[in-house]
């Protein structure tokens, strides 16, 4: 062989490798791209921004300390606004950029909207927040998340609506894969069950400003209770209309609503509100160290989904450290394998991406805040 072509077969040698780590999400220069997708504007932009400013944190952390398989973790945030339409240009836009894994999305319906597009890309994602079970049914092997599923939650609504000898209720919800898929749980189970009737199970329209006809439905039904399935904005909407109509009977609702947002706009209406929410570990050394990073970096505490989207990022850094690889196959493999020390405690994935080792309480606000009910 003649030396040019040595001398090519060489460069080519040295060359190869190289692009190869590049093809791996990884951007030119060898930083690990790592993308966080969620509401970071609108109305649902409390559920986003806390998951965002959580994945800040961790990098920032890790890049401190000489980032991970050596090198150091970019960060790309893109804001869906928590709409499906949004999210699935969000994925291809994340996916163009090459990240080797996805913190998001937010919303379940828009979860379920970008989910295919990383799947096909093989892209692994861990949601803090998406909590629809069909999201974890094997059609997306690439989804994980470090939230229970609804199914779950609805078990722990049941139970509270149980401990308030409620025998009859009015489920409302906004229509949305998250909304109606929690209210059909807890219709269901309160159905099969028999001790609590359900007396009306009917949808709304987000983002309306009168929702008199459908609270006359529920005045009308005889309800003890109304158990909505959706997010703050309608829910706040909803109490205080309830409260100037005089339809004095409890809320109880789901995680959409467990956040500092909802009580502020609803103001005094609020009080007295019940909402399931995750299990809290804010007393937990790693979640406390968190939390004050957060108040430190950012001058105020952290809202809803802060403490998961801590997890999640840290489990998927762990991963691909205990990995050695940004290789699809390889991450997916060590999520599943291992457990996490993490701000939701010692956590695990199964096959399906549902976590092991977190759950839902019951909550209600008194003096302003939730706080925890016993059930």
């Known amino acids: 062989m003649k030396l040019k072509g040595i001398i090519a077969l060489t460069i080519l040698a040295i060359i190869l490798p190289s692009a190869s780590i590049f093809a791996n999400g990884q951007k030119e220069g060898g930083k690990i791209v790592i993308g966080v997708a969620g509401a970071h504007t609108g109305d649902l932009a409390p559920y986003g921004l806390p998951s965002l400013k959580a994945a800040e944190l961790v990098i920032a952390d890790w890049n401190a300390n000489g980032g991970v398989l050596g090198k150091q973790i970019e960060l790309i945030a893109e804001d869906d606004g928590c709409k499906p339409e949004l999210a699935s240009n969000v994925a291809a836009k994340l996916t163009g950029s090459k990240v080797v894994g996805v913190i998001g999305h937010i919303c379940s319906g828009a979860t379920k909207a970008a989910m295919g597009i990383y799947r096909d890309s093989k892209i692994v994602a861990i949601s803090p927040s998406a909590t629809n079970p069909d999201l974890a049914n094997g059609e997306y092997p690439n989804f994980f998340r470090s939230i229970a599923p609804d199914d779950a939650q609805a078990v722990v609504e049941v139970q509270l609506i149980k401990s308030l000898g409620l025998k009859s209720v009015a489920i409302l919800h906004d229509k949305g894969d998250y909304g109606k898929g929690f209210a059909t749980f807890v219709k269901d189970i309160l159905e099969k069950d028999g001790s609590v009737e359900v007396k009306l199970f009917e949808g709304i329209t987000p983002g309306a400003v009168d929702y008199s006809a459908v609270l006359n439905k529920v005045s009308g039904s005889g309800a003890q209770a109304v158990v909505w399935g959706g997010y703050h904005p309608e829910a706040s909407k909803l109490v205080t209309q309830m409260k100037k109509t005089n339809l004095n009977i409890p809320?109880?609702?789901?995680?959409?609503?467990?956040?500092?947002?909802?009580?502020?706009?609803?103001?005094?209406?609020?009080?007295?509100?019940?909402?399931?929410?995750?299990?809290?570990?804010?007393?937990?050394?790693?979640?406390?160290?968190?939390?004050?990073?957060?108040?430190?970096?950012?001058?105020?505490?952290?809202?809803?989904?802060?403490?998961?989207?801590?997890?999640?990022?840290?489990?998927?850094?762990?991963?691909?450290?205990?990995?050695?690889s940004t290789d699809y196959d390889a991450i997916r493999k060590a999520l599943i394998d291992n457990t996490f020390e993490t701000t939701l405690g010692t956590i695990g994935y199964d096959a399906n991406g549902n976590p092991e080792g977190v759950g839902f309480n019951a909550f209600q606000v008194k003096n302003g805040k939730y706080v925890e009910v016993k059930l």
């Open 251 to 324: 809320f109880l609702s789901c995680d959409g609503i467990k956040d500092d947002t909802f009580i502020k706009v609803a103001g005094d209406f609020a009080e007295g509100v019940y909402a399931t929410g995750p299990v809290d570990t804010s007393s937990s050394k790693l979640a406390q160290d968190a939390i004050k990073k957060h108040v430190a970096k950012y001058g105020e505490e952290p809202g809803s989904f802060f403490l998961n989207a801590y997890a999640a990022t840290e489990s998927l850094l762990q991963a691909i450290k205990s990995a050695g």
